[in-house]
Each structure stands twice: as C-alpha cells, then as structure tokens.
C-alpha cells in the first residue's frame, strides 16, 4: 500500500516500518477557509525547520524523530506548458490568451522539502484573492518520487496560521478510486529549538478546534519546545540555593 510523502521519510530515517492506516474508505473534505486570504506572501518565503507533524487520520501515538526536514518556500514566474482549454482554429493565441489570464489572476510557489538530502519538489499555485490557499499545480519532483512507493499528492496546502516565527499548513487531500485520502497539517519554526511549549500548545488548540486531532504525531528536529521551561526551572532553582546560601 502507498505510503504518504512524508512518511518514506520518516521511515527512512527512523528504521521503524509503520503500515499506513489512510485508506479509499476515509471520507476526508477538504474545506477552504479564508482567514488568510489577505496574506502576504513574502512572510512565509524562506527556509522553515519543522517542529511537529499531526496525522490527522493515523493513529500512532507520540513520537520523536532526530531527522530534521527543512523547507524552503519561494515564488517564481514558471507557469505550466499545457494547452489550456478546448482546442480552436487559432489554438497558439487561445493558449496565449489563457496564460496571460492566468498570470492576472494567479501566482505560482515552489516547496522543496529536504531531509538529509531527500527532497520532494511541489509546484503550487493561488489566486491573488486567496494568498493562504494554494493548489498543486502539476506532479511533484525530487528523490523521493522516484521510489516505487511514492504517492502523488494532488490535493491543496491550507495556510492556518502564519506568524513571525513558525508556520502551520494543512495539507489536505480527497479520497478518489486510485488515490487514497490524505489529511496531515505540519508546524513549522525559522528556530524550532526556540519555540516554547505555550506556543506549540496553542497551535494545538486552533487544530482541534478546526476538529484536527493531534493525538498522533512525530516531534522532529531536535524538538526541544520543554526546554524553556526547563531553563526557568534551572535559573529558579540556582537562585532559591544562593538565597538559602546568603541567609
């Protein structure tokens, strides 16, 4: 059975060999939501370490992983090579016509994920009015596509929060007779060593509200969303001995 993208990685890294549990029979509806319609999509450019993943239709507990997956996310002006629409007399200029509409209308992203070398390669596109929203555009591409276990992702990546410092996209797929349903959201940090368990906390409240378990899911790249509270506890105790020492 195919396994999801990001889960031949994370085999692959781990050397634990998990049976996918996503099947045809899940019935997953992939609802657009508008609350960053407006963003900016120069705020999310750039390099991302993801912190946690959440397997919103798996059931496998907690788990931590020592692999680090970056991605890198970029905007360019590559548009596909097809003949849109039916063809006519004038075919070049109809397809001519269609891509200048296009451009009008839509913007086109890169999202390379890369883990040790590892990469897969997403074409995305959105329209000006819908930043937050972007739908794969064509077939991915990278190393791992080419394992005969790969399965392509043709559905849509949600944005449902973007701050400052992390990043949380839903990526979402409905089921069809060939492809199986796929429904997993990511988190992401510019430096995930510094990201306080409050904040990871909060990003699980807003996916259970959007009804988003996030009882299955695997902490990655050195996670370490406790320590900040294992620093206060350590200053706090250092301070309690040396007012006990001066009393």
Known sequence: MFLPWF?????KTSAIEVSNSTNNNITVI?????????????????????????LHLRKEG?????????????ETDDFP????????????????????????????????????GET?????YFRNDSAGYWQVLDGQNGTITNRSTYQQFSGSVQVL??????????????????????????????????MPRWEI????????????????????CGNSADKPYGMVFSMLTCLLAYLIRMS
């Open 161 to 194: 929060k973007a701050v400052n410092d992390h990043l949380l996209l839903s990526f979402c797929q409905e089921g069809t007779a060939t492809a199986p349903a796929q429904l997993y959201s990511v988190l992401f940090s510019r430096n995930p060593g510094t």
């Open 81 to 116: 090579r097809s003949t849109y629409g039916p063809s006519t007399e004038n075919q070049l200029f109809h397809v001519q016509h269609i891509n200048a509409k296009f451009r009008q209308e839509y913007r086109h992203l890169r999202l390379l994920w890369d883990e040790a």
């Open 7 to 11: 889960l031949l990685l994370f085999l």
């Open 120 to 124: 897969i390669e997403y074409a995305l």
């Open 30 to 54: 992939c609802q657009r939501e508008h609350e960053y319609d407006d963003l900016d999509p120069r705020t999310v450019m750039g390099k991302w370490k993801v912190v946690e993943l959440y």
């Open 62 to 74: 907690v788990n931590t992983y020592k692999s680090c997956p970056i991605i890198t996310l970029w």
């Open 201 to 220: 906390d909060s990003v699980h409240t807003l996916l259970q509200n959007k009804k988003l378990s996030v009882a299955s899911r695997r902490m990655v």
